[in-house]
Every structure is written in structure tokens, then in C-alpha cells.
């Protein structure tokens, strides 16, 4: 099977090799928009099927896109985004009425995002030093849609009314993931090491159980996912300067103060005027 599937990997590297990356690039953003658009013409109870289906698509057109110096856990944390936040806009989207004054603006937004998110992997794929402002605003870049994806989920997740035990253990296994994501390109190795999967963990389990406490909170849908997105990126963005030895007073106290206002609007929302 590993044979058979290095075999392919090169039949299509040595066809794909002579297009120009930027051309790859520009090629896999516009087939994923079509595909993301032709999918808001369906009913999304009878739709499930795109989902599946964009896994399979933006996986491929992510290794059209890189192509060379793809090695080992890069063969995950590369691909993971992309399909990722992918799947986040496409359920996302169906949370509005679905018209083309809501579809438009979607459609622009997801191939900007998607080509500026493949830019940013091939800047993590090409492996360039981290001392340079290009890694920092890749990095900084990732770090965003990684945001606007947990948003994207946690919208959807919670718009479906669950028990808070279920909201609690789907918030920790999408967590889990994008901070798994977010700390190996911290060093970019190309394979996991434990405390990678440490701080994940650390970071899953208190997003978990916040989601559970709040769901007992008549929080609005859409507030509940903002409090889930800010302690996410708070924790992340701490642990993320721990890593990078970065971790300083002024900058504990940034994420610190966000959190803090975002948690102080969120709960005087609960008011009943």
C-alpha cells in the first residue's frame, strides 16, 4: 500500500513539477471556489456528501499546490487547514440565508482566504528560517484563520442546540487538532514530539470544560462561540510565546486584557434590561 501510494505521489510530481507554483497556486484556489460555490446551490440536509467530498478535493489540490519537500508529519500538518477551514466556511455559510447577497460576499471572502492560506503553507513547506519576518507573518497569517475557523465550528456547533456533555467533547477534539497545528509550526519539525501533544491536550481539556460550564449560561449561539475563539487564541498565543522563549510580561498581559473584556461583555450580555 505505502509502495503503491509513493508510486502515485511521483507520477503526479513528475506531471505537475513543470507548472509554475504560483500558477498550482492560483489554479487550486479557483477550482476549490467553484466547488465551494456550486455547493451553496444544494440543501445542506441533503449535502453531507460535500463534505466528504471537499476532504478528498483540497487534499489534492494542496499537493498540486506545494509539491516538492513534502516529508513525513508534513504529509498531515500541511493539509490540514486547508480542509479544515474548508469545511468550516461550508457549514458555516448555512447558518444564513442562503441568496446571493450572502453568497457572493462568502465566495469572495473563502478564495481570498484559501489562496492566502496556501501561500502561507508554502511558506512553511519551503522551511525558511525563523528569525525572518516572512515565517512571522505566515505564521501570524495561519494563526488567524486558525481563529476564524474555531468561530466558524463552534457556531455551527453550538447552533445545533447539543447537551453541554457533547458540546464539551466535539470542542475538545477540534481543539485538540488546530492546537496540535498551531504549536508544530512553532518549530516546524517534521515529526510530533510530546510536548507538542502536551500543551494540546492542556489546551483541549480547558476549552472543553469552559464550553461545558457556559452551556449552562443562556449565552446567544454566536457569543458562545466568541468566548470559545478568545480563550483559544489567548492560551494558544501564551503558549506560542512560552515556546518561542518570548513569553514576557507585557505580552501575558495583551492576552490577559482581551480575554478579561471579552468575558466582561459576554456575561453583561446575560442582563435582561
Known amino acids: 500500500m505505502k509502495g503503491a501510494l509513493k508510486n502515485l505521489s511521483q507520477f503526479f510530481f513528475k506531471r505537475f513539477i513543470k507548472i509554475n507554483k504560483k500558477v498550482r497556486i492560483i489554479i487550486s484556489t479557483a477550482v476549490m471556489s467553484f466547488i465551494m460555490l456550486s455547493s451553496t446551490f444544494f440543501f445542506f440536509d441533503k449535502a453531507w456528501f460535500f463534505i466528504v467530498f471537499f476532504i478528498v478535493l483540497v487534499y489534492f489540490l494542496t499537493y498540486f499546490s506545494l509539491l516538492e519537500g513534502i516529508e513525513k508529519i508534513e504529509w498531515l500538518t500541511l493539509f490540514f487547514m486547508p480542509i479544515i477551514f474548508t469545511i468550516s466556511c461550508y457549514l458555516f455559510f448555512f447558518l444564513f440565508p442562503v441568496r446571493w447577497l450572502s453568497r457572493l460576499p462568502f465566495i469572495v471572502f473563502y478564495t481570498v482566504s484559501i489562496y492566502g492560506l ?146 466582561l461583555i459576554s456575561f453583561i450580555t446575560l442582563i435582561r434590561w
Not at 516546524?188 to 483541549?204: E, H, R, S, T
Open 118 to 263: 496556501l501561500r502561507t503553507l508554502n511558506i512553511f513547506n519551503v522551511g525558511v528560517e525563523k528569525n525572518l519576518q516572512l515565517y512571522r507573518a505566515a505564521f501570524s497569517i495561519n494563526y488567524l484563520f486558525q481563529t476564524i475557523t474555531l468561530f466558524f465550528l463552534s457556531n455551527f456547533l453550538f447552533s445545533l442546540k447539543l447537551d453541554p456533555l457533547s458540546n464539551g467533547g466535539l470542542i475538545f477534539i477540534i481543539v485538540l487538532l488546530l492546537s496540535i497545528n498551531i504549536f508544530w509550526s512553532v518549530k516546524l519539525d517534521l515529526k510530533f514530539n510530546k510536548g507538542i501533544i502536551k500543551y494540546g491536550l492542556l489546551v483541549a481539556i480547558v476549552l472543553a470544560e469552559e464550553t461545558i460550564s457556559f452551556s449552562f449560561f443562556s449565552f446567544e449561539t454566536s457569543i458562545l462561540a466568541l468566548l470559545s475563539t478568545v480563550t483559544y487564541y489567548s492560551l494558544t498565543g501564551l503558549t506560542y510565546a512560552f515556546l518561542d522563549e518570548r513569553f514576557f510580561k507585557e505580552i501575558i498581559r495583551e492576552y490577559l486584557i482581551i480575554l478579561f473584556f471579552v468575558f
